[in-house]
């Protein structure tokens, strides 16, 4: 397991590079000008050309790219041409904002998506699970920014509970949280509820249905952690995109998180800003995706024994002792 | 030779409810199986004989499927009018059933020796390292050494998951089994042994058998009697000596003609010609009648009752009245 957790880190390396050469490719046939918008619109076209000198910006493709990685290999992710002030401390002031926000949105989505899924399925055939489906649908189609000024507009405005701009306090989290969780738990319970249908049809739950298990052991037990392992997928996946792109929330409840400072950044043509943005969000989500295969080599023993690669069954031996036990019969 | 019965059907009717038809799977089934006894359930694919087997556990697919009428008598009581909780104390316990697809029959995530144990601690009241202690033992009785007592479905071959299935099957000491087929998905080298392994498990603990198969020599070996299921009804029922010299019904006649011999010079097989009647519109007479070569125009307006043409040889053919009585 070890080995493989190893070999995977340092598959990492090439999709890094990979990521980082289309950023700087996109950043370079992308019109706009860092310099002119660091010194505004009053600025002579010889300033903004010294400026354009002094970052570098016309040296060729390659040189940048070698400079953009060797700094990086230096623990240097660059300083915002805005700002002034390093990309990392930035991110790192800005991270746990969008962590919260997102391990919130998602721990409240899976919260509410599974039992609801679970529920359609066990129901299938009756009202509950037309009733489910009929509501998962609304809330997965329904826009994300409509949802939050409906929120604000309620929670906010007319009843005055929840604070909609402060996330100073604990209170102001509700909102931005309930926000990211509607759609998220929709699509959790629409996938828990088709893949809960999927195991429930299969033979080996028939089987323990044989054994005489009754249906709670039967669907928790048996039905669920079959049924989970491509829920955890989508998950993970979902937990690994809001990392860069919850933005839509975060701007309309002015959390100071990743996706408004990279979207702000390509806002600014801030190259430092985009380039190493986009590599650190990217990398977030590689370790995620990682992470959920970790776990899907917890839950599923078939996918376990590729990583283990050879297990310590000895074959032989065994085989002799198996035909000699039919042979007694 | 009077033994006690085991399991009584009467009158079974079980219907399948889909959009838009209603399948009549099985229609007026009856069945005795007498403790110790194996009964061999044959007919073609389709015809109602896992429907049958699986009304007994009452694990037919909820919703669609549906015990419209009949008992089903066992050890006196009727388990059609049991509550759930009741029934999980039969399943697996008095009443046990090999699967026809061990390769599908097993929880891909849980330990084959967990699986069994499973069964053994649910029906027992005790401790959970003595359950892995006799889910070891079921094991090693099966063939399986108790050392992959931990591993998982994918590490075994079809035979051996099959062997699983049948210790899981077996380790409550069930009266009855109900295998349904449970050597087809196998290689013939395996189906014996997966026979052989039965027969002496079935001496040992003395149960009783219901045994669905397609294979006429598996029933010519290891059952006590046969009924011959089709289209949901069972046509022709009696001892195997009496079914294997005496079969009346054209239908059996059929099943023994389309075996192929060794000692005649025929090139071609003889199948039965025709398919078995849509189970959502049964025709009115009999059931055989499109398929049937001894078919006269009556045949096609009544359905033939069941004729008793030697004691405990019962056929459903208006032909047998004349023929044997």
Known sequence: ?329 | MAKEILLAIRNLVVKYHTDDAVIHAVNNVNLAVKKGETIGLVGETGAGKTTIARSILRILPPHTAKIVSGEILFSGRDITKLSEKEMCKIRGNKIAMIFQDPMTALNPIETVGFQIAEAIQLHNRISRSEAERRACNMLEMVGIPMERYSEYPHQFSGGMKQRVVIAMALSCNPELILADEPTTALDVTIQAQVLAMMQSLKKRLGTSVVLITHDLGVVANTCNSVAVVYAGEIVEYGTVEHIFDFASHPYTLGLFGSLPKLDSRERRLKPIKGLMPDPTALPQGCRFYDRCPEAVRKCSQTAPGEVEIAPGHLVKCIKAKGGAA
Not at chain 1, 57 to 67: I, K, S, T, W
Not at chain 1, 98 to 110: F, H, Q
Not at chain 1, 255 to 274: A, C, E, K, S, W
Not at chain 1, 304 to 328: D, F, M, S
Request: proline share 5%.
């Open chain 1, 1 to 329: 397991m070890a080995r493989y957790i190893a070999k995977r880190v340092l598959m990492l390396i090439p999709v890094m590079l990979g990521i980082s050469l289309v950023v700087l490719i996109l950043i370079d046939i992308t019109p706009g000008d860092p310099a002119r918008m660091v010194l505004g619109a009053q600025a002579t076209q010889e300033q903004v050309d010294e400026l354009r000198e002094e970052l570098g910006l016309n040296d060729p493709l390659p040189v940048r790219y070698g400079r953009f990685l060797w700094s990086v290999l230096h623990g240097d992710f660059g300083t915002s041409l805005l700002t002034k002030r390093p990309v990392a401390d930035e991110m790192l002031e800005r991270f746990p904002y969008t962590l919260m926000l997102v391990t919130l949105g998602t721990l409240l989505s899976v919260l509410i998506g599974i039992p609801i899924g679970i529920f359609a399925a066990v129901n299938q055939h009756s009202w509950k699970d037309n009733a489910a489906i009929f509501l998962s649908l609304i809330a997965v189609s329904m826009p994300n920014f409509w949802f939050a000024l409906l929120l604000i507009r309620f929670f906010g405005v007319r009843l005055r509970w929840l604070p909609i701009s402060r996330v100073a306090v604990w209170q102001g989290w509700i909102l931005p949280c309930a926000t990211m969780a509607l759609g998220l738990a929709a699509l959790i319970a629409r996938q828990m509820r088709s893949d809960m249908l999927e195991v429930l049809r299969q033979d080996y739950i028939t089987t323990a249905r044989a054994k005489g298990l009754a249906d709670g052991r039967l669907i928790y037990r048996h039905a669920l952690k079959n049924a989970m392992i491509p829920v955890i997928m989508v998950i993970g996946g979902i937990f690994g995109t809001s990392l860069g792109g919850s933005l839509i929330t975060e701007v309309i409840f002015s959390i100071p998180g990743l996706g408004q400072y990279i979207m702000t950044g390509l806002y600014n043509r801030d190259y430092p800003v985009i380039q190493s943005g986009i590599l650190i969000v990217s990398a977030l989500f590689a370790v995620i995706i990682l992470i959920v295969d970790v776990i899907f080599a917890l839950v599923d023993p078939r996918i376990r024994l590729q990583y283990t690669g050879k297990a310590k069954r000895k074959a032989g031996k065994q085989v002799g002792k198996e035909t000699q036990a039919i042979e007694n019969f």
